[in-house]
């Protein structure tokens, strides 16, 4: 079992920055694979980033990549997102989400292919 906690969301100005926290516990490992999902209104759940728990063989989905980094805090044992140049668009219920399963190759981006949710939180980008 992993039970994963999120931190809080907000309300963010387009164009702010927010970072998210999702602490792990319970029978975590190193080949467990770690994922940001976010679903907005009347949306599907989409694929926002990935991680190893180890930290590596980082992935993001193209629409993102190059305003949101995913990393791996050892210490704290959490997995943060954070949110740059944040647009109205990226309004949602962000997940985090693990994958305890075999195999582990791959990057997983579907949400069927993870075993554990964190409590999701909202994320509201407006002015």
């Known amino acids: 079992q992993v039970q994963l906690v999120q931190s809080a969301g907000g309300l963010v100005q387009p164009g702010g920055s927010l970072r998210l926290s999702c602490a792990a516990s319970?029978?975590?490992?190193?080949?467990?694979?770690m994922a940001w999902f976010r679903q907005a209104p009347g949306k599907e759940r989409e694929f926002v980033a990935g991680?190893?728990?180890?930290?590596?063989?980082?992935y993001y989905a193209d629409s993102m990549k190059d305003r949101f980094t995913i990393s791996r805090d050892n210490a704290k044992n959490t997995v943060s997102l954070q949110m740059n140049s944040l647009k109205p668009e990226d309004t949602a219920v962000y997940y985090c989400?693990?994958?305890?399963?075999?195999?582990?190759?791959?990057?997983?981006?579907?949400?069927?292919?993870?075993?554990?949710w964190g409590q999701g939180t909202q994320v509201t980008v407006s002015s």
């Open positions: 989400a693990a994958r305890t399963r075999m195999p582990y190759i791959g990057i997983y981006s579907v949400p069927s292919e993870y075993d554990y």
């Open positions: 991680i190893w728990w180890s930290g590596g063989s980082i």
């Open positions: 319970g029978r975590t490992f190193p080949s467990m694979r």
